[in-house]
């Protein structure tokens, strides 16, 4: 029910008066309401949820958890799997 | 899918895994409170990659399920009538109110229509201006916002053949109340990340200061999971408790001020009868006096409606994480996806509906059926 994706802004636009875009998910678009991220742009990825923009993905933020997933020994595993015969 | 595919990224999950099982030295109960969350541990397998000592149990965040029995007989009253055309998301239309399901009624000639998005069922208002257009608007504070759009934007537009019932509930007096329970076994929380969008992290710092239950805000990812069961394994062990967000790329720490300013607007706090579970003070919305015209409850008079709730289904013990559905005797008997006894196993997100589909049919893996 709070199922909620992430897509990325294609286009703004203007539905009966409400702010809206076109965001594509992974290739497939939909237009989506975006009274609650105004400040989305182009460019940026938006988490849609019953047709609604909700929040702003944070590239930051995203990066900041990978780091911090590299500390622990994430990339050494993903080499080892990468090497590992099969 | 970009911001997904990372997330499910394999090595990411293993490197979480080994550093839980390093930090681990004794049993944890850890509740995930979101069903989308739910649903993500058991189709990845995540309860059976963590060391024995951690158990996840699954907590109320179902808005069809713990939706309440009344609330889906006022829908069945209002979709009977033949001038109007009754708007939902799909989930609902297969839980079972006193008198059948709202499919049973579509199959009995009333109008219902699924759809995906509360505005979606604002334009059926403006094409279908003779008839009248009722939106069944459940769900948490996650979707709240956009019922509450929707109903802005049909005072704005003067729809005044659209209406909404609503049935919104809150996830902080949930928590509370789990936590007060007797017999209540759970330490720590992964919290409900989209719920997070909208209130902010803050929403839950008065919980974990009152009950010194480590809360840990993560999403609904692999890695976002198990980044949020080390978070809280990490506190449990360290004897702190506090807010911590793991979901930071889409949880900022104060949520999301427009959304609330159009919540503050459009619905009032009240208490609400929570499916299974019973009424939990201030734990829902309804409607606010100035939008009282596009309240369905009002505009059609079905407000006195009351149904008790039937005692045969666990389902109140499996929201509140004090038994698992397999424990039930008729799970997976006389309770399947296709003769449901409960909400729980009709919603997609149910956790009942969760075990049954990713075979979760026993207590232990590798037990006899």
């Known amino acids: ?86 | 899918m970009r911001y997904v595919d990372e997330f499910r990224d394999p090595a990411r999950c293993a490197a979480l895994v080994a550093e839980i099982t390093k930090v681990v030295t004794r049993p944890w109960v850890i509740m995930e409170i979101c069903g989308g969350q739910t649903h993500a541990i058991l189709r990845y397998g995540l309860d059976r990659m963590l060391p024995a000592q951690i158990e996840l149990v699954h907590g109320p965040g179902c808005p069809v399920c713990v939706t309440a029995l009344e609330t889906i007989d006022r829908a069945h009253a209002i979709a009977t009538r033949p001038d109007v055309i009754f708007a939902s998301f799909g989930d609902m239309l297969r839980v079972p109110g006193s008198r059948g399901d709202l499919l049973g009624l579509r199959a009995r000639g009333a109008d219902v229509r699924v759809v995906y998005s509360p505005l979606d069922a604002l334009a059926l208002a403006r094409a279908n201006p003779s008839r009248r257009v009722v939106f069944f608007g459940i769900g948490f504070e996650t979707t709240a916002p956009a019922n509450a759009m929707t109903l802005i934007q049909a005072r704005r537009e003067g729809l005044a053949n659209f209406a909404m019932l609503v049935s919104h509930v809150l996830t902080p007096p949930a928590i509370a109340s789990i936590l007060q329970a007797p017999g209540n076994r759970v330490q720590a929380f992964l919290g409900p990340g989209h719920v997070c969008t909208i209130t902010g992290a803050r929403a839950y710092e008065a919980l974990v200061a009152r009950y010194r239950a480590p809360i840990a805000i993560a999403g609904f990812e692999p890695v976002d999971l198990l980044a949020g069961v080390l978070a809280v394994v990490r506190q449990l062990e360290a004897g702190v408790a506090c807010v911590e967000n793991t979901y930071a790329r889409t949880v900022p720490r104060d949520g999301n001020p427009a959304a609330r300013a159009a919540l503050a607007e459009v619905f009032d706090v009240v208490d609400r009868p929570w499916r299974g579970i019973g009424t939990i003070p201030k734990s829902g919305y309804r409607i606010s006096e100035a939008y009282r015209a596009y309240d369905a409850e009002h505009v059609f008079e079905v407000d006195a409606i009351a149904t008790p709730e039937p005692t045969a289904c666990i389902s109140g013990q499996v929201l509140r994480g004090l038994k698992k559905p397999c424990e039930c005797p008729a799970f997976g008997r006389a309770c399947t996806p296709q003769t449901p006894l409960g909400a729980t196993m009709v919603s997609s997100e149910g956790a009942c509906a969760a075990y049954f589909a990713y075979g979760r049919r026993n207590l232990h893996p590798g037990d006899a059926a």
Not at chain 1, 28 to 41: D, H
Not at chain 1, 46 to 56: P, R, S, Y
Not at chain 1, 67 to 80: I, M, S, T, V, Y
């Open chain 1, 1 to 86: 029910m709070c199922l909620a994706v992430p897509g990325e802004v294609i286009e703004l636009a203007d539905r009966h008066g409400l702010r809206y875009a076109r965001v594509s998910f992974g290739g497939v678009v939909r237009e989506v309401c975006l009274e609650y991220q105004p400040e989305a742009r182009v460019g940026d990825f938006v988490l849609v949820h019953v047709g609604f923009a909700i929040a702003t993905v944070d590239r930051e933020e995203a990066e900041r958890t990978f780091a911090l997933l590299a500390e622990l020994g994430a990339d050494e595993l993903a080499d080892d799997t990468e090497e590992a015969p099969s």
